[in-house]
């Protein structure tokens, strides 16, 4: 008897028939005695329809508008999932988010939630309701219908729990857990029972699509315990041992988990490299850079600056592929003549692998035994990064798979945590 | 320099073109200085898809559940058509009912309008904004999602313009105008430049499709100023020129109004018939009849008891084609027993026509006229009932064309009012 969230994606929610899926389970958890509250994501293919429309209309249309239009694909969702309920004997009501009303600021496309109001919803599951709302959406303070952009039914659905104070926020998914690496790539890649948060908000920023990382950011601020499990299984599978499948994510580090030292390889192929060669060496131009780029809008991930030579240095950062163009043109036209340096210079063609795993922290060795690895396979690191949890390098995007392959095998990833290579490097 | 509700169908909103084209209509009215409101329905085949793919999940879905999916389709429409507007640099705001708010009873599917909030619209246009509200759609006192049901943004935009007291509400449809019947069965039909609000009343009721018959009411109710004009002249049209087309209601009978004994003939053919033979002719009867239809919510347009013979007499009535099987089913579980009466019959193959006008009142001789009009063809009459302003007459459906030509010619409608017929009838 507690009270469960369950989200489903937009591939769960894609037919009629997966839609009755969708409440055949939901329906199971509901007669066990569970509180049931489901976000559902808009059918899938649906948001994309509803953008092209617009981009009909308008190629750079209003933002505000485009929420209004984007916003339809989750309403639409949970008053289908809703009847799906009733038609199986559950009594079930859907509301979008206004109606809860979910609050967020007025960041139109990528807005983010501010407050949830519980009571009305609390009284529907009293009731013995199953509540249904509209993931990815909310209402800003000047009563503006917004989204929270793409993946935000994740985000929604943790919010949703943390609100509610809920047991348990189950991400039900097409994959049936968070893996060591990604399976595509390296077929000895193995299902984590348990992640913590730390290791979970690393994964997904990483480039992991198994949960938007601003939903794993919520989870970690409100400590909700959230379970990333399959759709995929009939939905009568037995409740006890769905229950417990997936992974979960922890906030504690347990007995298991400190004998990991690595707990999985992240890798992204969505960046590009810019180098601005040159600069003098002197404070402010690194403000100067990546200033421009702020103002642009333009999202910075990695930076790199090292030691100048001759009071000269190489300026580094990497921007989301799509954004390269822009960020050259940023530069060419607001940096070059300022900062007084040499070419700027990019690079389409990398990708990004990253070691993360919280036993790093009570670890040395890990850097040298990643880059040994890599040395190994005639791998040449361009860029590296590293934070408390984990280490980034990025390569010539062409031995991304292979790099995978190599680092999940050499931190010894395909056995079960507590058999790990305990070799020289660890 | 008016107030001015702007109501576009869902062919006019059919496509991205299509949109672009009221936004250009719309922008040349605002242009002109105009406070604009504009409400515009779904896009064509929108409203349908969606019921389809409620109807796949459940056959006879949620009412409130499918108010919620139904009103996307408007949201979609309206978020749309503020990009085009402001694509076309005017400024532009959109509104789903539940924000302007558009309050209603909850009567899912077909609810009614109770009232609507005029200050944020009134603000905005103040600051110079077009504002677009969703037609068909509402928010009843819970907060929940409520539609009008079909053709309901002729009612919504109706009900903005006397909230607004706008000066004048034009309903941009197809057609361009109220005709004296519909054109494609009478060729020489002749669009009404001016009907009184009584007449659009009998006109929408009986079938012509060209406003639903509750904006009539509102604009009746409110003395809403109300035109019906083209959506297919080319939107750039001289404004001065559009601004008279179409067909206006009014509220007053002026002179050349007077001359018009007739003014349209309405059909229907959309009902069916039903008699209970020989029921007892005592009082009770017609309520233990008709009480028995109304508790199974189904509307019923004509009521017709004769004098009894014998004490028995036979009792009719016309419900609409869909609800048939199921009035005769309530008829043989509910009515037979109790009534004692003979025989339940019915017949879908009729249709009803009838001749409406204002002028009727203070002539004589319209029904002898219609009546020797359809003898002269030879067609039967099978029932009759009449009101202040109109005559209805139920025939065999397969003289509906025929009836309805031989009326319009009969009435001389084809001719300008103030020429009409004077012969011997009239």
Redesign the interface.
């Known amino acids: 008897m507690a009270l469960i969230v369950h989200k489903y994606g937009g591939t769960s929610m894609g037919s ?1 028939e997966r ?2 899926n969708v409440a055949a389970r939901v329906a199971k958890w509901h007669k066990a005695g569970h509180q049931m509250v489901v976000v559902p994501s808009a059918m899938a293919g649906e948001t994309n329809r ?1 953008i092209a ?2 981009k ?3 190629a750079d ?2 933002s ?3 929420d ?2 984007a ?2 694909g989750e ?2 969702s ?3 999932l ?3 309920l ?2 199986c004997g559950v009594p079930a ?2 509301y ?1 988010g ?2 809860v009303p979910v609050r967020t600021d007025n960041a139109f496309g990528k807005a983010r939630i501010m407050s949830i109001e519980a009571g009305r919803v609390l009284d529907d599951l009293a009731a013995g309701r199953v509540v249904i709302i509209t993931g990815f959406q909310g209402i800003d303070p000047g ?3 917004t989204t929270l952009g793409r993946g935000g039914s994740d985000t929604s659905a943790v919010a949703v729990a943390a609100a509610l104070q809920a047991d348990e926020c189950l991400i039900f998914t097409d994959v049936d857990g968070v893996y060591t690496t990604d399976p595509r790539i390296v077929p000895e890649a193995r299902r984590m029972k348990k992640i913590t948060f730390e290791e979970m908000l690393e994964m997904a920023s990483l480039g992991s699509k198994v949960l938007q990382i601003r939903s794993v950011e919520f989870a970690g601020k409100y400590k909700v315990k959230t379970r990333v499990l399959s759709s995929l299984t009939p939905p009568d599978i037995d409740l006890a041992q769905e229950a417990v499948s997936g992974t979960l994510i922890t906030f504690e580090e347990d007995e298991t988990m400190e004998k990991a030292v690595i707990s999985g390889i992240a890798f992204n192929r969505d960046e590009a490299k810019i180098t601005v060669m040159r600069v003098p060496d002197r404070p402010g131009i690194a403000y100067l850079i990546l200033g421009s780029i702020a103002e642009a809008n333009i999202d910075v991930d990695m930076i790199i600056q090292n030691q100048s030579v001759d009071g000269l240095t190489d300026f580094s950062f990497t921007v989301h592929r799509n954004e390269y163009q822009k960020a050259l043109a940023v530069l060419e036209a607001k940096v070059r003549d300022q900062v007084g340096g040499g070419d700027i210079v990019g690079d389409t063609k990398i990708c990004k692998i990253s070691a993360v795993g919280i036993g790093m922290r009570s670890h040395v060795g890990i850097a040298s035994l990643m880059f040994r690895t890599l040395a190994d396979e005639g791998i040449n690191i361009q860029m590296i990064s590293t934070s408390e949890i984990k280490i980034s390098v990025v390569i010539e995007d062409k031995y991304m798979e292979l790099a995978v392959r190599a680092l999940h095998k050499g931190f010894g990833l395909e056995q079960q945590p507590g058999h790990v290579n305990d070799g020289e490097a660890v």
Chains 1, 2 share one sequence.
């Open positions: 009629p839609i009755r509803l429309l617009a009909e209309i308008d249309p209003d505000r508008e485009l209004m239009i916003a339809t309403q639409v949970v008053g289908l809703a009847m799906a009733k038609n009501v859907s979008a206004w109606q009563g503006n219908v």
